[in-house]
């Protein structure tokens, strides 16, 4: 399986600076995306740290293991990598009165030939649109997911609710955190949005698909998902990271295996 990836950031209309981060590994093809929260700048502090930190050291774990890993070791790996992140923004956050009480929202991604290991922490998320399929792929951790799972409100009211913002789980919060991690097959042709909540919380479902089943490359539907959450009011920091698998080439793949690679 190819993966073609893109990611975009904006700080949106009505935030000075963007506390997002988002960052690709090709080689290795590991997506991360972070929204960070706490104090003046420290938000950005701390998704900076989560992107740069996990990028680094589990970028490095996946190219010495290879694309062969199996899934219970690319698991291993994402929470180790997690933890230590959580552990480093979490001290930073307490040696630091300027950073007290930052943390991060994360989704990242390991896409493996025909399996993708999703891990996510948080209200970032991750949708996958398969043919005409559109799916939320990962599940929030907050508050208004906790209060529709329980059937206290109804996913209409949720989307009109002002506790919109309240997580149950961020990175660098405490001490520990736990990564939900899962493991989703890929087939060719699937395209997968990865996005902090200044897309999904100004852009319908509806709205979504309709940029990401147009046609044109991936940088232009990056674009337009970042057009339309400010054409709707860009009331937060918009970051996407957008991933389109396609069928590797054969021919090629048996030179690959030929080269142990």
Sequence with gaps: MNYEFCIRTDPGLARENNEDSVAIDEPTRLGILADGMGGYNAGEIASGMATT??????????AQAGRHANAREVRRAMEICVDNANRSIFNAANSNPQYSGMGTTLVLGVFQDGR????????????RLRGDEF????KDHSLLQEQMDAGLI??????????KNLVTRALGVEDAVLLEVNEHKVEPGDLFLMCSDGLSDMVDDEGIVRILGNEGPLEQKAAQLIDAANANGGRDNISVLVAQASEGSKKRGLIHRLLGK
């Design 116 to 127: 993708l290991m999703l891990g996510h922490i948080g209200d970032s998320r991750c949708y």
């Design 135 to 138: 799916a939320q792929i990962t």
């Design 154 to 163: 109804t996913p209409e009211q949720a989307a009109t609710s002002s506790n």
């Design 53 to 62: 930190f996990i990028k680094s050291e589990l970028g490095r774990w996946l």
